[in-house]
């Protein structure tokens, strides 16, 4: 950068030592993306330390930016800008999470700087002026019992209190205590000294994490960063993590780039949790960036949950990463009874509209015994507006596509005054005449029936019975014992007092038909968590056809069944984590532009692209996961030559996304 290196108070002096800086400039332009080199002056040289922030001249205007580190020489060839100022000494990016960063914006073809926004909250002076508390001892390691159900637990916790490197995908009991569990892996890390880091999906899990792990750690040894707590607070806090005052940390998805100290574990919960994928470019996911700083950083990797996602089953067939299961007879003794619509002829006979019926007569007479035993019963109820696609308005059959079974939409809207015909997400071709392939009717449905309307039927159903909803604006933490309905979205279940004494998983049509690659393993997941809420004793209902494999899963409690069927099928039609894929959402015109300057590997290849609405279309390139590096590596320079250009229309590229369609 040229400049002048001269100030009102006369010529300005670069330091003795290390005069360069390279600096990280807050610019969000993806031919920027890069350091750029600035002189460093005397007056400057005590405060400007790798990590801290500066204000720096960039093409004439005022920019903040990051000093990544301090070099003798430039490769410039020319006279160097000196730093506009050192914000402040504080060096906020460690250089661990710097790499991490660099590292993430790599794999998803995106910037240095949309990383670290996510990673560096913004700065409070008053709260920067202060001194952080002094680290409080190591606890004493916890014992084994709790993980004792599960043949490889001990083990686990064995290596995480000697320091040795483990990586596990732990499969959570039906009823688990989790946040106990994964208090006791933490303090098992704390013991020996060492930093510990766990990522939930929501504050409700965070609270119940919280309170197990300052049980075992001490209040004063845990931490969590949530955005809730207000800028000040969280910066606060996030501080005394990056200066060492406290080394365990807990939070939402944000926390995964937590500066903790000598860290020694990193851990999610419910990795398949959409929560956990970050909404901003360049849109990384919670799971992925844990497993890169695991393998960057040599910490151990926990992945939980009570169900298992593709991703999860991938790191255990190639060997990254163990599981840890309970046996067939622990899991015997604790999971609840679990049926199905349609599982036996009995049910057939007794109730001949069960298949078809929203609530059957299993369904009632489960909740009838649960409430005879003055137990909650839970009822789990898609949200309105869930599902995108249609399904048959007679048996509730997701409407599939006739050339290519991908599912059906209305686009809205009449043409010649008549309403336009349902369209196939996936090929885009119109479906006219469309005709149930089991039950041969012509009717189509699309809408599900909120958490307030299954309230106020179930209340009339159940006269005299307590009806509480948590979902939407409202979402219940805790519901007490005693009979009760409980009416819950999916995400939104409550814990109950001694669990619940039956769940009801209405509408599961609804689940499994969304236009999603991960609808079948999604449904499992949302079911397997309101399932697990429920005590040994209790019943568990899924209104879903009994022959479906996420059905049959949740009948045998098999989430490894599943993710190991769920992963062979993505790897034979060529879906992730099976392969690397991304998504390019644009314009009609800036998205074939895109297409056409694609230099891809020689795996690579592109589906589309199809309409998303009337001025945007999508397609999808995907390539091995052998060369995903070279798929980021091609979409970011061509994004880089869009930004360079000033391309007036927005491409949106997402890696390994969560949705294709």
């Known amino acids: 950068?040229?400049?002048?290196?001269?100030?009102?108070?006369?010529?300005?002096?670069?330091?003795?030592?290390?005069?360069?800086?390279?600096v990280c400039v807050d610019v969000p332009l993806a031919h920027l993306d890069r350091p750029f080199d600035y002189q460093v002056s005397t007056e400057q040289d005590a405060d400007a330390v790798p990590g801290c922030r500066v204000r720096v001249r960039f093409a004439g205007q005022l920019v903040d930016g990051y000093l990544l580190e301090r070099a003798e020489s430039s490769e410039y060839g020319r006279k160097l800008t000196f730093l506009d100022r050192v914000i402040s000494p504080e060096p906020v990016l460690s250089p661990e999470v710097a790499e991490l960063a660099r590292?993430?914006?790599?794999?998803?073809?995106?910037?240095l700087i949309d990383v670290l926004r996510m990673a560096v909250p913004p700065r409070h002076a008053r709260v920067e002026a202060r001194p952080s508390a002094e680290p409080v001892p190591p606890p004493e390691p916890p014992s084994d019992e709790g993980w004792a159900r599960y043949p490889f637990g001990p083990?686990?916790?064995?290596?995480?209190?000697?320091?040795?490197?483990?990586?596990?995908?732990?499969q959570a009991l039906p009823a688990e205590d989790w946040p106990a569990r994964l208090a006791e892996a933490v303090a098992s890390v704390a013991s020996t000294g060492k930093g510990a880091?766990?990522?939930v999906p929501d504050h409700r899990d965070l609270a119940r994490l919280h309170r197990a792990c300052a049980a075992l750690v001490g209040e004063a040894g845990v931490v969590t960063l949530a955005a809730d707590l207000g800028?000040?607070?969280?910066?606060?806090?996030?501080?005394?993590?990056?200066?060492?005052?406290?080394?365990?940390?807990?939070?939402?998805?944000?926390?995964?780039?937590?500066?903790?100290?000598?860290?020694?574990?990193?851990?999610?919960?419910?990795?398949?949790?959409?929560?956990?994928?970050?909404?901003?470019?360049?849109?990384?996911?919670?799971?992925?960036?844990?497993?890169?700083?695991?393998?960057?950083?040599?910490?151990?990797?926990?992945?939980?949950?009570?169900?298992?996602?593709?991703?999860?089953?991938?790191?255990?067939?190639?060997?990254?990463?163990?599981?840890?299961?309970?046996?067939?007879?622990?899991?015997?003794?604790v999971a609840p009874r679990v049926a199905a619509v349609g599982e036996s002829d009995w049910q057939e006979v007794k109730d001949a509209a069960a298949r078809s019926a929203r609530l059957p007569s299993i369904a009632f007479e489960a909740a009838r015994a649960a409430l005879a035993a003055d137990t909650p019963v839970l009822i789990q109820v898609p949200r309105r507006g869930y599902v995108p696609a249609l399904a048959c308005g007679q048996c509730r059959s997701p409407a599939r596509c006739r050339r290519c079974a991908g599912p059906l939409a209305l686009p809205g809207g009449t043409q010649d005054g008549v309403p336009r015909p349902a369209y196939c997400r996936w090929c885009g071709a119109t479906e006219a005449a469309y005709r149930c392939p089991n039950c041969g009717s012509r009717r189509l449905r699309g809408q599900v029936i909120g958490a307030r309307r299954t309230a106020e039927e179930l209340g009339r159903a159940f006269s005299g019975v307590p009806v509480r909803t948590s979902g939407g604006d409202e979402v219940l933490a805790e519901v007490p014992g005693g009979r009760a309905l409980v009416v819950a979205t999916p995400g939104a279940e409550p814990v109950a007092a001694g669990g619940y004494g039956a769940a009801l998983l209405l509408d599961g049509w609804a689940l499994l038909g969304r236009a999603d690659l991960r609808a079948a393993e999604e449904a499992l997941r949302r079911w397997m968590t309101a399932a697990a809420l429920v005590h040994a004793a209790g019943r568990v209902v899924v209104v879903a056809d009994s022959s479906l494999a996420p059905v049959q899963a949740l009948v045998r409690w098999d989430p490894v069944w599943h993710a190991r069927q769920e992963l062979a099928a993505r790897a034979e039609l060529g879906f992730p984590p099976a392969v690397?894929?991304?998504?390019?959402?644009?314009?009609?015109?800036?998205?074939?532009?895109?297409?056409?300057?694609?230099?891809?590997?020689?795996?690579?290849?592109?589906?589309?692209?199809?309409?998303?609405?009337?001025?945007?279309e999508r397609a999808l390139v995907r390539v091995s996961r052998t060369e995903g590096r070279a798929l980021a590596a091609v979409l970011g320079e061509v994004l880089a030559v869009r930004s360079a250009r000033k391309e007036p229309d927005v491409v949106r590229v997402k890696l390994d996304p969560l949705e294709v369609l």
């Open 1 to 22: 950068m040229a400049g002048k290196a001269t100030t009102r108070r006369g010529e300005r002096v670069p330091a003795a030592s290390l005069p360069v800086a390279r």
């Open 197 to 199: 880091l766990v990522v």
């Open 231 to 333: 800028p000040s607070e969280r910066y606060k806090r996030w501080l005394a993590v990056r200066r060492g005052s406290v080394r365990v940390v807990l939070g939402p998805r944000g926390a995964a780039f937590a500066p903790v100290h000598d860290l020694g574990l990193v851990a999610v919960w419910d990795d398949g949790d959409d929560l956990h994928a970050e909404p901003r470019m360049p849109y990384p996911n919670v799971r992925d960036v844990l497993v890169q700083r695991s393998h960057l950083t040599g910490a151990s990797l926990l992945v939980g949950g009570f169900a298992r996602t593709a991703e999860a089953q991938l790191l255990v067939d190639s060997g990254w990463a163990h599981e840890v299961v309970a046996t067939r007879d622990a899991l015997r003794a």
């Open 155 to 170: 083990n686990l916790l064995d290596a995480l209190r000697s320091g040795r490197a483990a990586r596990a995908v732990w």
């Open 580 to 616: 690397r894929m991304a998504t390019v959402d644009g314009a009609p015109d800036a998205l074939a532009g895109v297409l056409e300057e694609l230099r891809l590997p020689p795996t690579g290849e592109v589906l589309g692209p199809v309409p998303l609405s009337e001025d945007k």
């Open 103 to 111: 590292v993430v914006a790599d794999r998803y073809a995106g910037s």
